[in-house]
């Protein structure tokens, strides 16, 4: 209850509305019954401290006798911040964070039919850095080739240059991702929303396509060389 009546306050409160209403009968409604709902301007937040992530290399190994096993490889991703978020993330969407056009899982599932689940993601919308994670299921038995394809994946990746199609047809599959995000209204308003509460501009979503669609193979695998 001391946390809710800190935090809940509308001076520390985003609303969006979307649906067939009237503006200004909906800020009426608003004004009505929550008018009277009390700020008294103390609230304060205390600042997020700055965190540089520090790993080391290791593998790390529970072990049971069951005839599946979970494989997780990864390392500290980025925060929102970082210049090159979107040629990271269209790096992720190559690698294995797009589905069946994506590399780990075209070989590990499609190709060599090692795991039932498998993919990558790469952290990259948080205001402290994510993570960076290739995930996979498979029988124990086939773990560690399940785990050498993944990684060869990744050093291809570093060493090689995308070709031009392969590389538009991860930009095409990202861009139609898109619509998901503005499917309906709501989720339209949440997106904006969203947009407001990080700080963005309000044509960010209007600019994004463009800056995934100038990426070119150097500056993928460029990414690539530096943060996997």
């Known amino acids: 209850i001391a946390f809710h009546r800190r935090y809940v306050r509308p001076d520390n409160l985003m609303l969006a509305a979307a649906g067939d209403f009237d503006k200004e009968s909906l800020i009426a409604l608003l004004e009505r019954f929550l008018g009277a709902w009390p700020a008294d301007g103390s609230l304060s937040l205390p600042p997020i401290p700055s965190v540089e992530p520090a790993s080391k290399a290791g593998v790390f190994l529970v072990?049971?006798?069951?005839p599946q096993t979970g494989i997780a490889i990864g390392h500290f991703g980025v925060d929102r911040a970082n210049p090159d978020r979107q040629a990271i993330e269209l790096m992720n969407q190559l690698l294995g964070g797009a589905g069946f056009i994506s590399r780990i899982t075209k070989r590990?599932?499609?190709a060599e039919g090692l795991a039932y689940s498998v993919g990558s993601r790469f952290g990259t919308e948080g205001r402290v850095p994510g993570l960076f994670r290739v995930i996979a299921f498979t029988r124990t038995d086939a773990a560690p080739r399940t785990i050498t394809a993944a990684l060869e994946e990744?050093?291809?990746l570093r060493e090689e240059l995308v070709s031009e199609p392969e590389l538009e047809t991860v930009k095409e599959a990202l861009a139609n991702s898109f619509l998901h995000r503005f499917a309906?209204?709501?989720e339209t308003v949440r997106q904006l929303l969203l947009l407001e509460f990080q700080g963005l501009p309000t044509d960010y979503y209007q600019t994004l396509l463009e800056r995934y669609r100038a990426i070119t193979a150097?500056?993928?695998q460029e990414v690539a060389k530096r943060y996997l």
């Open 218 to 220: 150097e500056r993928l």
């Open 184 to 186: 309906d209204p709501m």
């Open 63 to 66: 072990d049971k006798s069951v």
């Open 154 to 156: 990744i050093k291809r």
């Open 108 to 110: 590990v599932r499609s």
